[in-house]
């Protein structure tokens, strides 16, 4: 089978592989549609988040097949992994990003998202990506079904959705706050969406890139602000008698999105921070303490958040056709990188496995 391979940073390759195969317990899963995530790109480019610093040791392995948002086709499985996730061959499934090990203390706690051993797909040797014709799901995996109607890169989006619910989560959003989000790419929109069904006074986007605009007013934002034109901060003083906003929530992975929101919240405001950065970022803590005891909180992954972004996604309330804005071959993988390197020209943009694409 074709498969892209990482052997290090901006080192990825187009591979022919043997088609694995299933153990006890697992299922082979025939690849339909795969995104590329923004964290791909920065592990590609060599973050340290990804192959470690001075400061840290590396958390990605070479030799692995990328690709953590994915859907596909079971075309093989045995009767005990039929029964624990309730698909049969033919069906149509995702599973989530992370493999947990469901012994960790996290884990028992039911912060599987934090699990210890942190294997996720795409990153580790352990567990290949999506980025091939095929791939295997472990026994620990945590799978859904998807109705098969709908195009695969639409399906494959209910991680990055997934994910923007668990953030939208952490921020406990009430009746009459105002939300910021903080770019309008994948994830933000997904945020945008799930902070208006959380039916705040005001969802108020920002971003440069007036496509990705209008797409956060389809998402359901009633305010946008294009920062390269108006000061976000007197648009949200407008809106709150001039206090600020109740809740920020980061969504771009640019250090200046930080300080921004920051400074954008009210005094006992909350900021929820789900972005990878490329870098450290530095900001000044005493307007996170002194000056406005401010509830700083981190969201990673998407836990428990899978079967409302299926839904969501099910439900065609979402504007799927322009958010899944490009569609490449497996081939055409470094195409793809590109594209979602220059975020002024692509959304989500996938890798098609399974059959003809277009860009």
Avoid at 85 to 110: F, H, K, M, N, S
Avoid at 260 to 269: A, P
Avoid at 309 to 333: N, R, T, W, Y
Wanted: hydrophobic share 40%; net charge negative.
């Amino acid at each position: 089978m074709q498969a892209v391979v990482c052997h290090g940073p901006e080192d990825y390759r187009l591979t022919e592989l043997p088609v694995p195969t299933a153990g006890p317990g697992e299922a082979l899963v025939r690849v339909q549609a795969v995104g590329i995530c923004a964290s791909d790109l920065k592990c590609y480019h060599g973050a340290a988040k990804f192959w470690g610093d001075d400061d840290r040791p590396a958390w990605a392995e070479t030799e692995v097949v990328p690709g953590h948002e994915f859907v596909g086709e079971v075309t093989e499985i045995d009767e005990e992994a039929s029964a624990r996730w309730g698909v049969e061959v033919g069906d149509r499934v995702v599973a989530e990003q992370i493999v947990p090990c469901g012994t960790c203390r996290y884990c028992l706690r039911g912060q599987y998202n934090m699990c210890a051993p942190h294997v996720m797909f795409g990153f580790k040797r352990a567990t290949p990506g999506a980025m091939a014709e095929y791939m295997v799901f472990p026994a620990n995996a945590r799978v859904h079904k998807v109705d098969p109607s709908i195009p695969p890169q639409h399906a494959a989006f209910a991680e990055p959705l997934a994910c923007s619910l668990h953030a939208v989560e952490r921020a406990g959003i009430q009746f009459g706050d105002v939300v910021v989000v903080a770019g309008c790419g994948p994830i933000g929109l997904g945020m945008v969406a799930g902070a208006r069904a959380k039916s705040p006074a005001h969802v108020v986007a920002l971003d440069a890139v007036p496509a990705k605009l209008d797409l956060a007013k389809r998402c359901g934002a009633d305010v946008v602000v294009n920062i390269a034109e108006e000061d976000p901060l007197e648009v949200v003083r407008g809106l709150t008698d001039g206090y600020g906003a109740d809740v920020y929530i980061e969504g771009t992975g640019h250090p200046s999105a930080v300080g921004q929101g920051l400074n954008l919240l009210r005094k006992c405001g909350t900021y929820v921070e789900y972005s990878v950065f490329k870098e450290a970022v530095a900001v000044d803590w005493s307007i996170i303490s002194d000056d406005k005891e401010l509830d700083v909180l981190g969201a990673h992954l998407g836990p428990y958040t899978w079967p409302a972004a299926i839904s969501m996604i099910e439900s065609g309330v979402l504007p799927m056709d322009e958010i899944c804005s490009h569609q490449l071959p497996i081939s055409k993988f470094q195409q793809g990188l590109d594209l979602v390197a220059d975020s002024s020209r692509s959304v989500k943009v996938s890798l098609l496995p399974d059959g003809p694409a277009q860009a």
